[in-house]
């Protein structure tokens, strides 16, 4: 692999030789919700020796309504981003959408993760290989994981190596996403870190309420199998209520299941670490 954890000097335990996670609530929604996730994230994954990496995109800008809840303001939403950050000492990720919007969150995370939707948009890669930062690149639904190496190019085209590939599902007809799990060691072929996206890839989308639907019984099944076959990072997103999330609250993992969750992952990891 080309990347290293030397990008992310504020990751802990960085030589556990375990997966590391990105987790958090889909979208910040307040500072009083993010902080108590973040801090509860970081207990558990002190724990059991997981590099942690804090989640939260500052807006949504794929929402399927024009009515549904899409930020509390731009500067507002990143500033709690690095204020969690420097609180804790942990790095943050967040989704950019276009080109203009990657130098301003580069000033506020860690981590710059490019949407599914837009992984083939050129300019907003380019921009984002421009900052410096750790690049996170979703996989589109539409997408082989062999053709991902086109996106990692353009990222590339700007000197930065510091790139993450995300596997997060292919669309299934028009309502329901499958993972094959061959694009994890077909992705890695490409030279770099290949998480698994285990809330994401259980969305049900284009419900005909305009709400996307999901199938969140299943995460810890995807989250197994993910593991099992060597990913190197697991993405989820986790909420106290995923009821009453703004976002995304369909295929959230509640909080309170976390920690069980990952210490079934941990122990798959070990049994991996041995072949």
Same mark, same amino acid.
């Given at each position: 692999m080309k990347f290293s954890f030397d990008q992310l000097p504020r990751i802990k335990h960085p030589g556990s030789n375990n997966f590391f996670l990105l987790a958090g609530p889909c979208?910040?929604?307040n500072e009083e919700m993010a902080?108590?996730?973040?801090?509860?994230? @970081? !207990? *558990?994954?002190?724990? @059991? !020796? *997981?590099?942690?990496?804090? !989640?939260?995109?500052y807006k949504k800008a794929n929402r399927s309504r024009l009515d549904s809840f899409s930020g509390i303001g731009d500067k507002k939403a990143l500033s709690i981003l690095k204020d969690i950050s420097k609180k804790l000492d942990i790095p943050v990720v967040t989704d950019i959408h276009s080109a203009e919007?990657?130098?301003l969150a580069a000033n506020y995370v860690d981590v710059l993760q490019i949407p599914a939707f837009l992984c083939r948009q050129t300019e907003l890669l380019l921009a984002a290989g421009k900052t410096g930062k750790v690049i996170n690149i979703k996989?589109?639904?539409?997408?082989?994981?062999?053709?991902?190496?086109?996106?990692?190019?353009?990222?590339?085209s700007t000197g930065n190596e510091n790139i993450w590939l995300t596997e997060r599902g292919n669309m299934f007809g028009y309502g329901d996403l499958v993972v094959d799990y061959r694009n994890i060691p077909i992705m890695q072929k490409i030279g770099f870190?290949?998480?698994?996206?285990?809330?994401?890839?259980?969305?049900?989308?284009?419900?005909?309420?305009?709400?996307?639907?999901g199938n969140p019984q299943m995460i810890e099944t995807i989250g197994r199998a993910a593991v099992a076959a060597g990913v190197d990072g697991i993405f989820l997103e986790t909420h106290p209520q995923p009821s009453t999330?703004?976002?995304?609250?369909?295929n959230m993992l509640p909080m309170d299941k976390l920690e069980?969750?990952?210490?079934?992952?941990?122990?798959?990891?070990?049994?991996?670490?041995?072949?």
């Open positions: 979208v910040i929604e902080f108590p996730i973040a801090e509860q994230i @970081l !207990k *558990i994954t002190d724990r @059991l !020796k *997981i590099p942690f990496i804090f !989640k939260a995109s919007e990657a130098q996989k589109g639904q539409f997408v082989s994981g062999q053709a991902m190496r086109f996106a990692v190019e353009k990222v590339q870190p290949v998480i698994m996206d285990i809330t994401h890839s259980l969305q049900q989308p284009n419900q005909t309420s305009g709400v996307t639907g999330a703004k976002s995304d609250g369909a069980k969750l990952l210490e079934h992952l941990v122990e798959i990891r070990k049994v991996v670490n041995r072949f």
